[in-house]
């Protein structure tokens, strides 16, 4: 397992959003997606 | 664009076998559409892609030996091509620094076997983004960098050492350098590994300024771009300037956007090898392009004028 992030945001609406790692990052780098959920 | 098969394509030219060459097409290479700075003679070249020498996995259980296969394949071709260029992802990634250098050299040794006079090589992200390309520096040279060849300006660009998937402004203002003396008529090959354009970004199937680079090459009439990185044969125009994806020689990936993972497409027992394989391009307006497979022992499955 690589290190842990924290990635500061600002939300301007609420919902579910998917992510895609935008850097390569290693092998598994193509798995490396996942949602963000907004909630009021 | 047209797609023929290869039998019509062989009808067509009343030959019965062998290899397809733009020489073979009527007026394909003639003067008037060479135009005064067009090539001086006929020839092809072979592109091979996206070989990531060090994976193991379900996804191709023959991973071992589909490279060495994909050389013997060239090899038995009926005329030798004069070069074979690799479009990226020549090795599998790996954090361990170690075994990177030792993949390239395997895959470096493996490739020497191919009786060609020139072999050109660029990376992919899995063997430049980790380090910026400091190993493959070492082992290939340059990751960018042009050449000429029979009446033909190659141009290899760097869209992988940036992790973040950018060409950058350096090497667009290179190009842009680079391209100054080329007669606007010229044909230009541009090889990448990263489609220039926003095939499917959600997949990292784009170059962040890859728009930059297009621009740019707007400037001349006869640009062609062959890339590699989505492990399938596609073919798409940004205006007048084709851009052909090459098939992996690894395992395939489905189409931009088909499914929610970019997972790869599971390895057939019944159909080994399907997906992968490798292609011809011979030198013509527009480029004729043979795609071979390595399900069918690396006969050429289609020819297509694109």
């Known amino acids: 397992m690589g290190p842990l992030l924290a990635l500061l945001l600002l939300p301007d609406k609420a919902g579910t959003f998917e992510f895609h790692c935008g850097v390569f990052c290693g092998g598994g780098h193509e798995e490396m997606s996942g949602q963000i959920a907004v909630r009021p | ?306």
């Open chain 2, 1 to 306: 664009m047209a797609t023929r098969t290869r039998r019509e394509l062989l009808q067509l030219l009343g030959v019965g076998g062998g290899v397809v060459f733009a020489s073979g097409l009527a007026g394909a290479c003639s003067p008037k559409t060479r135009g005064e700075n067009g090539p001086k003679d006929d020839f092809f070249f072979v592109q091979l892609s996206d070989t990531h020498w060090g994976f193991k996995g379900p996804p191709n259980p023959d991973a071992e030996n589909t490279l060495r296969k994909a050389v013997a394949a060239v090899n038995a071709l009926p005329r030798d091509p004069d070069f074979v260029v690799f479009t990226g992802d020549l090795t599998h990634t790996t954090d361990d620094e170690a075994e990177r250098r030792r993949r390239m050299r395997e895959f470096q040794g493996i490739v020497s076997g191919l009786r060609v006079q020139k072999r050109w090589f660029m990376p992919g992200e899995h063997d430049a983004s980790l380090d910026r390309g400091k190993a493959y520096e070492e082992i290939f040279g340059q990751t960018h960098y042009a050449f000429d060849h029979k009446g033909v300006h190659f141009v290899a660009l760097d869209n992988v050492s940036d992790p973040a998937s950018a060409v950058g402004d350096a090497q667009l203002d290179w190009l842009r350098s680079e391209l100054k003396n080329v007669p606007r008529d010229a044909p230009v090959v541009i090889f990448t590994h990263r489609p220039l354009f926003d095939l499917y970004p959600q997949w990292d199937w784009a170059t962040k300024d890859g728009s930059k680079a297009i621009d740019l090459l707007q400037g001349w009439k006869n640009v062609t771009v062959f890339y590699g990185h989505i492990h399938q044969e596609h073919h798409f125009k940004t205006g007048d300037i084709p851009h052909h994806a090459a098939k992996s020689l690894i395992f395939p990936l489905p189409p931009p956007g088909s499914q929610p993972k970019r997972a790869p497409v599971p390895w057939d027992p019944a159909h080994p090898g399907r997906g992968l394989g490798f292609r011809e391009s011979a030198m013509a307006q527009p480029w004729l392009l043979t795609e071979l497979s390595v399900e069918e022992g690396f006969l050429p499955a289609a020819a297509r004028s694109g």
